[in-house]
C-alpha cells in the first residue's frame, strides 16, 4: 500500500526528531519524511507545512506521541469509504469513544469546553477540539486557508467552517490516551485563550 509518513517538529526537547530519523532508517526516505522547525509556530502552520509536502489525496493527522493509537485508523478509512465523508472525525464523546490518564478537573475543562461550543456554534460533530482526523487533502487545503484561530480553538475553526461550506463530516469513536512521555499543559492561558477564540467564532460564523 502506498503511504507516506510526515514528522512536523517544532523543536520539541522530547526526542521525537531523533526516533523519526532512525525510523526514517528503517522505512526509507520516501516512507518517512522529516519536515522539522527551528522553533514552535503554531499548530496551523503544522499543517500548511505538512500539507505542501504531502503527496496523497487524503491526509490524517494525528499527534505522534501515541495520545491517538495508529489501531483506529482502519475505522477512519471505512467510515469515509461508507459515506464518501469529506472529512472524518474521532470522537471522545461518542460510541466506546473516552479518555484515559486525564484527572477529573482536566476531564471537566475538556467537557465544559466540547458543551459550551455545541451551545454557541451547533457545530455538527460531538467532539470539536480532538485532533486525530482524517481529511480529503483538497479540502484540508481549503479549510486550513480559511482558518485565523490558534492553539485549541484552531482545531474547532476547522469544524465550524466545515460546516459553514457543506463540506461532510463523518465521526469514529475513539480513546484517547493521555501522553506517556512528556507533559501535556492545560494553564489559565490556555482555557482565557480558548474562551475568546470560541467567542470570536460565535461572532464570525
Same mark, same amino acid.
Given at each position: 500500500?502506498?503511504?507516506?509518513?510526515?514528522?512536523?517538529?517544532? =523543536?520539541? #526537547?522530547?526526542?521525537?526528531?531523533? !526516533?523519526?530519523?532512525?525510523?526514517?532508517?528503517?522505512?526509507?526516505?520516501?516512507?518517512?519524511? &522529516?519536515?522539522?522547525?527551528?522553533?514552535?509556530?503554531?499548530? =496551523?502552520?503544522?499543517?500548511?507545512?505538512? +500539507?505542501?509536502?504531502?503527496?496523497?489525496?487524503?491526509?490524517?493527522?494525528?499527534?505522534?506521541?501515541?495520545?491517538?493509537? #495508529?489501531?483506529?485508523? #482502519? *475505522?477512519?478509512?471505512?467510515?469515509?469509504? *461508507?459515506?464518501?465523508?469529506?472529512?472524518?472525525?474521532?470522537?471522545?464523546?461518542?460510541?466506546?469513544?473516552?479518555?484515559?490518564?486525564?484527572? &477529573?478537573? %482536566?476531564?471537566? +475543562?475538556?467537557?465544559?469546553?466540547?458543551?459550551?461550543?455545541?451551545?454557541?456554534?451547533?457545530?455538527?460533530?460531538?467532539?470539536?477540539?480532538?485532533?486525530?482526523? &482524517?481529511?480529503?487533502? $483538497?479540502?484540508? *487545503?481549503?479549510?486550513?486557508? %480559511?482558518?485565523?484561530? %490558534?492553539?485549541?480553538?484552531?482545531?474547532?475553526?476547522?469544524?465550524?467552517?466545515? %460546516?459553514? &461550506?457543506?463540506?461532510? +463530516?463523518?465521526?469514529? #469513536? +475513539?480513546?484517547? !490516551?493521555?501522553?506517556?512521555?512528556? $507533559?501535556?499543559?492545560?494553564?489559565?492561558? *490556555?482555557?482565557?485563550?480558548?474562551?475568546?477564540?470560541?467567542?470570536?467564532?460565535?461572532?464570525?460564523?
Amino acid at each position: 500500500k502506498t503511504y507516506e509518513i510526515i514528522v512536523i517538529d517544532d =523543536g520539541s #526537547p522530547d526526542g521525537t526528531l531523533e !526516533v523519526a530519523e532512525q525510523l526514517q532508517k528503517i522505512y526509507g526516505e520516501d516512507k518517512i519524511l &522529516l519536515r522539522p522547525r527551528a522553533k514552535k509556530l503554531g499548530l =496551523g502552520t503544522a499543517y500548511i507545512h505538512g +500539507i505542501k509536502h504531502a503527496r496523497g489525496n487524503y491526509v490524517f493527522i494525528m499527534d505522534a506521541d501515541l495520545s491517538h493509537h #495508529p489501531k483506529f485508523i #482502519p *475505522e477512519f478509512i471505512k467510515k469515509q469509504r *461508507e459515506g464518501g465523508y469529506d472529512l472524518v472525525s474521532g470522537t471522545r464523546y461518542r460510541g466506546d469513544g473516552g479518555v484515559y490518564g486525564w484527572d &477529573l478537573r %482536566r476531564k471537566l +475543562i475538556s467537557r465544559g469546553a466540547n458543551y459550551v461550543t455545541q451551545v454557541l456554534l451547533r457545530p455538527g460533530a460531538s467532539d470539536l477540539t480532538g485532533s486525530f482526523r &482524517l481529511y480529503k487533502k $483538497e479540502v484540508l *487545503e481549503s479549510l486550513v486557508e %480559511r482558518c485565523v484561530s %490558534r492553539g485549541y480553538v484552531f482545531q474547532m475553526e476547522m469544524i465550524v467552517r466545515a %460546516r459553514q &461550506l457543506n463540506y461532510t +463530516i463523518g465521526e469514529v #469513536p +475513539i480513546s484517547f !490516551v493521555d501522553r506517556v512521555y512528556g $507533559e501535556s499543559k492545560l494553564g489559565g492561558n *490556555e482555557i482565557v485563550s480558548f474562551l475568546k477564540g470560541l467567542l470570536t467564532l460565535f461572532a464570525t460564523t
